[in-house]
Nanobody, 124 residues
Framework: QVQLVESGGGLVQAGGSLSLSCEVSKYTWNFYAVGWFRQVPGKEREFVAAISWNDGVTHYADSVQGRFAISRDNAENTVYLQMNTLKSEDTAVYYC?????????????????WGQGTQVTVSS
């Protein structure tokens, strides 16, 4: 069992920045990573970024490479997603999740626990 709670979503203008947080608690099993995914209505959930829980190895989708940065604070059991140079196409509900495998990190089906999601809206 793992509980994840996202925060930090909101409305921002294109070109602006936003930071999301994912607090991880009550975990009773070892997981490889905490990842961020996003979803818009009518589309599949899309991988954004992930960070391995033990050694901090990061993974990014090509669409956010160089603009987003994922980090973790193990003492606070929190993972952050700093989003810079936001574009209208970044608008989505953002979810954090625990699980994953390093060789298939982009597959949401390999993440076993999910947060409730937080809305990010980028106005053009």
């Amino acid at each position: 069992q793992v509980q994840l709670v996202e925060s930090g979503g909101g409305l921002v203008q294109a070109g602006g920045s936003l930071s999301l947080s994912c607090e991880v608690s009550k975990y009773t099993w070892n997981f490889y990573a905490v990842g961020w995914f996003r979803q818009v209505p009518g589309k599949e959930r899309e991988f954004v970024a992930a960070i391995s829980w033990n050694d901090g190895v990061t993974h990014y989708a090509d669409s956010v490479q160089g603009r987003f940065a994922i980090s973790r604070d193990n003492a606070e059991n929190t993972v952050y997603l700093q989003m810079n140079t936001l574009k209208s196409e970044d608008t989505a509900v953002y979810y954090c999740a625990a699980g994953g495998r390093p060789d298939y990190i982009e597959y949401p089906g390999l993440f076993a626990a999910w947060g409730q999601g937080t809305q990010v809206t980028v106005s053009s």
